[in-house]
């Protein structure tokens, strides 16, 4: 067994992990689907890909981007969060590289673009189903069915993280399965040469951008569910690979039958098409199931989004971040504080468009990635030796050289964000430099309590944390 030293678990064999609970962990395949749905959830909001840049370019993102983006950061997410197997994820990575103070700032943005991505699925789930019910495209009945929808996914996760994990192999099951059908049935209409058409001349790199920094970003969020995870050293990085292949196949699959079985209509694709290309394939019965599919997926999204908030915040409460009534649990384990603070931000923001929302969100989620890059290659030069149960096979120099084509990234997709767009993502960052500080005073003046968990290993020994 080893300690914790100098802000990170100094060990030559095995890092410790806190005493487990009662409650039952997740295993690796709920493991797998939780990833699915924190990333992907199928290939639904990807259409706009091919709306901004045609099939080629869409076909390629889909490709390229994996090895840019999210082949880093599940790597970044493997081997930081078996060094740190604890409820708060990328916060106590940044915490314990950079200090409290940016541990914070780390958790004040992740969990706020978490809680905007949240707003994303209610507005989703009723876009695949307005076009059967036109009645939930607006007004009061659409916003009877968001809350309600809210009220219900809420409640699931209030009943318990392993109950959300099988719910979300079930709902992953039914959400791909219509696009292998769709697959077989498209097979007589594929023409390869509809794959290749781009025009460089009509693109949205905007929106192009946005899509696939939405649809293929996320990986990290599993971290702050470590603490729940049934031998996180090995499961962690396991599950992660396999939902890299999961994500990737369910996104590049269903966009090559859709664009090489139809003729193209770029304005046609937005959010819902695929439902529209399974009539014109299969027949109204595959419309349907793709819609029941999209309608599940937004639920699994939900769900495993709100679980990440939530035990987020539970992992900032038992560190001492925020007050203690965060960290207080559900008879079922849960986080019911994080919950219901989670599902408030929900229903605050759901009355944003779809494009807005993730225009907000990747921005707000660009600077947590930066942080979590510095916080990476802080911990690998000043403490080597500490002990990683799974280790990226670079050195130094690699793990420097592997995070800049990412950061190249962020710094596009800051660079195109729109004025409005930019200016709320800075007001809420500024929110979060201030409110820090403010909540060091409101436990310097005993108003509320503060506490950090006895079961978790000490940070503070001559440690960044100090």
Request: aromatic residues 14%; proline residues 6%.
């Amino acid at each position: 067994m080893g300690q914790y030293d100098s802000a990170e678990y100094v060990t030559i064999g095995e890092v410790p992990t806190p005493p487990a609970d009662n409650f039952k962990k997740v295993s690796v395949l709920p493991l797998i689907f939780l990833i699915f749905y924190e990333v992907s959830g199928g290939p639904f909001g990807v259409e706009d890909s091919v709306q901004a840049a045609g099939p080629f370019l869409a076909l390629l993102g889909f490709l390229v981007f994996p090895f840019i983006w999210s082949i880093p950061e599940a790597l970044i997410t493997a081997e930081m969060g078996t060094m740190f197997p604890e409820n708060g994820g990328y916060v106590v990575w940044v915490a314990s590289a950079l200090g409290p103070y940016w541990g914070f700032q780390q958790g004040w943005m992740k969990w706020l673009s978490g809680v905007i991505d949240n707003a994303l699925y209610p507005v989703l789930f009723l876009d695949y189903l307005k076009s059967a019910i036109p009645a939930l495209g607006g007004g009061w009945p659409r916003i009877f069915t968001v809350l309600a929808l809210t009220l219900v996914l809420t409640y699931m996760n209030y009943r318990g993280l392993t109950i959300v994990g099988w719910v979300a192999v079930l709902l992953g099951v039914f959400s791909i399965l219509p696009f292998v059908v769709m697959g077989f049935v498209s097979i007589p209409k594929l023409k390869p040469s509809r794959w290749l058409v781009v025009n460089m001349h009509h693109v949205d790199w905007n929106l192009y951008l946005n899509t696939l920094f939405w649809n293929l970003n996320y990986w990290d969020s599993i971290s702050t569910l470590a603490g729940e995870v049934e031998n996180p050293k090995k499961t962690l990085p396991k599950a992660l690979f396999y939902a890299l292949i999961l994500v990737v196949v369910g996104y590049f699959f269903p966009l090559l039958v859709g664009t090489g079985a139809l003729p193209l209509d770029r304005e046609l694709w937005t959010d819902g098409y695929f439902s529209d290309i399974a009539k014109l394939l299969g027949g109204v019965w595959l419309r349907w199931w793709i819609q029941a599919a999209a309608a599940m997926s937004n639920m699994g999204m939900f769900v495993a989004e709100m679980s990440s908030d939530s035990f987020q915040l539970l992992g900032m409460a038992e560190r001492g971040m925020l007050p203690e009534f965060f960290s207080k649990r559900s008879r079922y384990g849960t986080p019911l504080i994080g919950i219901l603070f989670s599902a408030s931000g929900v229903l605050l923001l759901s009355w944003l468009s779809f494009q807005e929302i993730v225009a907000a969100e990747n921005f707000l989620y660009c600077f947590g990635m930066i942080l979590e890059f510095i916080a990476f290659i802080r911990l690998r030069m000043k403490y080597p030796a500490a002990a990683r149960p799974y280790k990226i096979p670079v050195g130094t120099v690699g793990s420097i050289l592997m995070c800049i084509p990412p950061t190249i990234l962020i710094c596009v997709v800051l660079a195109i964000s729109s004025l409005k767009v930019a200016v709320i993502s800075l007001v809420a960052v500024v929110i979060g430099l201030v409110m820090q500080p403010g909540l060091k005073y409101v436990e310097k003046r005993r108003w509320l309590k503060f506490s950090t968990s006895a079961n978790l290993p000490d940070l503070h020994n001559d440690s960044p944390l100090r």
